[in-house]
């Protein structure tokens, strides 16, 4: 199982972005690549997407489901904070594991 940190203000948000999808539609946590040639860089973000259930983990917050894949857990850890940045974007960071 992982964890995700996420305040009432965003898991509002959450909750009305999936009000419009199907149900089964989970929030996940995946990385995006920013940019182009060797200025690219990778970003986390999410999506909402259905669950694989033989690829992915998942873990609920009050009503809300998050879901990761495997190798996206391996690559940046167990732990995850969703917050507002000054712009009223959503950021994904991951977290030190305490382990």
Do not use: H, P, W
Request: hydrophobic share 40%; net charge negative.
């Amino acid at each position: 199982m992982f964890a995700v940190t996420v305040n009432e203000e965003m898991l509002k948000k959450l909750r009305s972005m999936l009000e419009d999808e199907d149900e089964g539609v989970c929030v996940r946590l995946r990385e995006y690549t920013l940019g182009g040639g060797c200025r690219s860089r990778i970003i986390l973000g999410l999506a909402l997407e259905e669950m694989d259930e033989d690829e992915d983990e998942s873990m609920t917050v009050e009503d809300v489901t998050f879901i990761a894949d495997s190798d996206f857990l391996l690559r940046y850890g167990r732990k995850f904070a969703l917050t507002f940045n000054e712009e009223k974007q959503v950021e994904v960071r991951a977290l030190e594991s305490d382990d």
